[in-house]
């Protein structure tokens, strides 16, 4: 069965400084990954994902992602946080093995910069 | 290019009443998924429909939940008889097939049931 862990309800950091959000994941076969971030009252919003090949993922915003299949992880991260990265991020994993017609969503890491 | 589109994006109604969302998909989408988010639950997936068909609607809480996809550009999420516990924010999403590409959400409708 597929899971995926966001360790982490909030992550505090202070803007300029990097940021990092943790996923770990869990599927039979090989993983699709993605990460999302959600602003108060919209939706979610893609930010990237990893499918194959590199596994250094950049996405949106200046966001990059890297895929560790030993650790079965996919940690987001940003070099030099800003006060709008303030939001809700929610990794995501789907079984490509098994058709990957089901998202799971982790529960979500609320990410707060401060000035 | 138009983004998922919901409606309404506000609903209040009183316990019993029907309620019922719209969502309109990208242009070209042909999976169709309704999520439910709440604090205590995080994000929930209700139901999920290819090419207007329902595939899984293991995730609907109970009978009172329907939904219906009658063609490639809306779908409705029905509540009869609303209750307080259905209280929470509704998203549809779509994604263009293929497994590794990403969904698409609307930005929800919350709803409120007193």
């Known amino acids: 069965a597929q899971s995926v862990a966001q360790p982490e309800d909030q992550v505090n950091v202070a803007e300029g400084n990097p940021l990092t959000v943790k996923c770990t994941y869990s599927v039979s076969g090989n993983p699709y990954l993605f990460w999302y971030v959600q602003y108060p009252n919209r939706g979610l919003q893609f930010l990237l994902k990893y499918i194959t090949g590199d596994n250094l993922v950049k996405g949106s915003y200046g966001f990059e992602a890297e895929f560790n299949k030993s650790q079965t992880s996919f940690h987001l991260k940003k070099p030099s946080a800003l006060v709008s990265d303030s939001a809700l991020y929610f990794c995501a994993v789907r079984d490509s093995d098994t058709g990957g017609f089901k998202t799971i969503f982790g529960a979500g890491t609320r990410l707060f910069v401060k000035a | 290019d138009a983004g998922v589109i919901q409606s309404p994006r506000h609903e209040v109604t009183e316990m019993g009443q029907e309620v019922t969302l719209r969502c309109k998909p990208i242009s070209g989408h042909d999976y169709l998924f309704w999520y439910r988010q709440t604090m205590m639950r995080g994000l929930e997936l209700l139901i999920y429909f290819n090419n207007n068909v329902p595939i899984d609607d293991s995730g609907m809480p109970e009978d009172r939940f329907s939904a219906k996809m009658p063609n490639a550009s809306f779908s409705t999420l029905k509540i009869q008889p609303s209750e307080p516990r259905d209280s929470a924010v509704y998203f549809c999403?779509?994604?263009?097939?293929?497994?590794?590409?990403?969904?698409?959400f609307g930005d929800g409708t919350r709803l409120s049931i007193l």
């Open positions: 999403a779509s994604r263009k097939g293929g497994s590794n590409q990403p969904q698409h």
